[in-house]
C-alpha cells in the first residue's frame, strides 16, 4: 500500500461523488415535478 498516493482513497472519493451524483439526479426527479406543478 502506498501511503504517498493511496489508491483506495482516490477509489473512495470517486465512488462517494458517484453515490452524491445520483442521488442528486433522484432528488432532483423527485421534487423536480412537485416544485414545477407547484409554482
Given at each position: 500500500?502506498?501511503?504517498?498516493?493511496?489508491?483506495?482513497?482516490?477509489?473512495?472519493?470517486?465512488?462517494?461523488?458517484?453515490l452524491v451524483a445520483?442521488?442528486?439526479?433522484?432528488?432532483?426527479l423527485f421534487i423536480?415535478?412537485?416544485?414545477?406543478?407547484?409554482?
Open positions: 500500500m502506498s501511503v504517498s498516493h493511496p489508491a483506495w482513497r482516490t477509489a473512495a472519493a470517486t465512488g462517494i461523488a458517484y445520483l442521488l442528486a439526479l433522484f432528488v432532483l423536480g415535478p412537485y416544485v414545477l406543478f407547484g409554482v
